[in-house]
C-alpha cells in the first residue's frame, strides 16, 4: 500500500485527496478506494489506473547542425542533439520523421526537383515531449546533367 486517507463524514459528504510522492516515471500504477463506515461496513470501488508523468520540462539542445548534403533529387539532413530525441524534417509544406530516440539525427528528403530552393528547419522532441526546433534553413538541389554524348 502505498497510501492512504481517514476522512471524517460524520457531518455528511465529504472529498479526500491522497498525495503518492517518489512514483516512478512513466509507470503504469493501479490503484482503488475502500470506504468504510462507522460501523465497519465496507466497500471496495474497481481498480482505476494511471502512468505518470515526468516532471522533464527542459527541451533536447541542438548541439551540432543542421547541415544538409544534396544532389540533385534528395538531400540528407544531419543534425546532433543534447540527449535522445526523435528526429523530423519540415520542408516546403513537407515533412519527413523519425520516431526512434537517437542523438545523432539523419534524415534523407527523396524525389526533389532539381534546381530547386527548399526551406526546411529539423525539430526533435525528448521522451518527455519537449521540443527543440530549429531555425528556417535553404538549400538548392543541383541542375540535372544532361546525358553524356556517345561517342
Known amino acids: 500500500m502505498i497510501g492512504t ?6 457531518s455528511g459528504p465529504a472529498q479526500a485527496s491522497v498525495v503518492w510522492p517518489g512514483l516512478a516515471t512513466f509507470t503504469q500504477h493501479d490503484w482503488y478506494v ?3 463506515d462507522l460501523e ?4 471496495i470501488s474497481p481498480i482505476s489506473r494511471f502512468t505518470t508523468g515526468s ?7 541542438i548541439t551540432s547542425g543542421p547541415s544538409v548534403d544534396f544532389t540533385d533529387h534528395e538531400a540528407t539532413i544531419t543534425w546532433m542533439t ?5 528526429s523530423r524534417v519540415d520542408y516546403d509544406g513537407s515533412y519527413v520523421s523519425e520516431s526512434t530516440l537517437v542523438t545523432s539525427h539523419s534524415i534523407t528528403l527523396t524525389g526533389l526537383t ?6 526546411y528547419n529539423v525539430t526533435s522532441t525528448d521522451s518527455s515531449g ?8 535553404t538549400f538548392t538541389t543541383t541542375a ?3 546525358p553524356a554524348a556517345p561517342p
Not at 486517507?5 to 460524520?10: E, G, P
Not at 516532471?55 to 539542445?61: H, L, S, Y
Open 5 to 10: 486517507a481517514t476522512v471524517d463524514v460524520s
Open 40 to 43: 465497519g461496513n465496507s466497500q
Open 144 to 146: 540535372e546533367q544532361p
Open 34 to 36: 475502500k470506504v468504510t
Open 82 to 86: 543534447d540527449e535522445p530525441a526523435d
Open 130 to 137: 519537449n521540443p527543440v526546433t530549429s531555425s528556417d534553413y
Open 114 to 119: 532539381a534546381g530547386t530552393e527548399y526551406t
Open 55 to 61: 516532471d522533464d520540462t527542459t527541451p533536447p539542445t
